[in-house]
């Protein structure tokens, strides 16, 4: 590993030691007596499928939108693919809040405060609709905002779900194509009208927050500073 590569390391570990230490302050879990995800918590998204989790980083498409990518990686440990569960600018997500089936959320890249994000831009290898991490310091645009799609009432830790893009009505899938440099072995994430196997993530590491007694704190905007 180059001495770049170990500093970006320490900087993304360092940015989410950060945000445990502030979530402190505040009821949340690491283990897995919270039964299902709630707003507030910073997990990360394995696609069942491809066993790759949801990740982005500072390195911007070479074509389409030119915006921030995102992939699927292997790697479990990457501190890159954290996300934040937000509300969207209309609608308030107030810390511990169990997110319902149907709900339509902001996924927030932790690392670079960026919001996962579609278009009808073409991905670079499958030339199915890009996704990518667009915004500053969590706030975008409404091309920001996805459709929470489980099967209860809420959206179970251990269930798959389905995140379907509020404004064009596509799925967040992987069908494995492979980057080359400079994220070589990276899958493509992009999102596509049709439903498979493709399209499914469930919850797994990360911080989930618990129900507070007065649920009063909104998480649509980032008054948080764990960006």
């Known amino acids: 590993m180059n001495a770049m590569a170990v500093v970006n390391s320490i900087i993304s570990t360092a940015s989410l030691c950060l945000y445990v230490l502030l979530s402190c302050m505040c009821k ?24 790759v989790r949801l ?5 911007r498409y070479g074509s389409g939108s030119g915006q921030q990518s995102v992939t699927g990686v292997t790697t479990v440990e990457d501190s890159n693919s954290y996300w934040s569960i937000r509300g969207t600018i209309a ?8 997110v319902k089936c149907g709900q339509n959320i902001r996924l927030t ?59 064009t009505d596509a799925l967040l899938s992987v069908t494995g194509e492979q980057y080359g440099r400079p994220i070589h072995g990276q899958r493509e994430v992009h999102a596509m009208t049709s439903t498979s196997q493709h399209s499914y993530w469930k919850a797994m590491e990360g911080i989930f927050m618990k129900p507070s007694e007065t649920g009063t704190r909104d998480f649509s905007s980032p008054h948080h500073t764990e960006f």
């Open 28 to 51: 949340f879990s690491f283990g897995s007596e919270i039964s299902f995800v709630t707003c507030g918590s910073v997990i990360k998204l394995l696609n069942v499928k491809h066993n």
């Open 109 to 167: 890249h932790v690392n670079t405060g960026r919001n996962l994000h579609s278009h009808y831009f073409a991905s670079p290898l499958s030339s199915n609709q890009e996704v990518s991490a667009f915004g500053e310091d969590g706030e975008g645009d409404h091309l920001d905002e996805w459709t929470v799609l489980c099967g209860g009432s809420l959206w179970e830790r251990d269930e798959s779900v389905r995140f379907r893009h509020t404004a």
């Open 91 to 98: 609608a308030a997500c107030h810390r511990g809040t169990p």
């Open 55 to 59: 990740h982005s980083h500072d390195v």
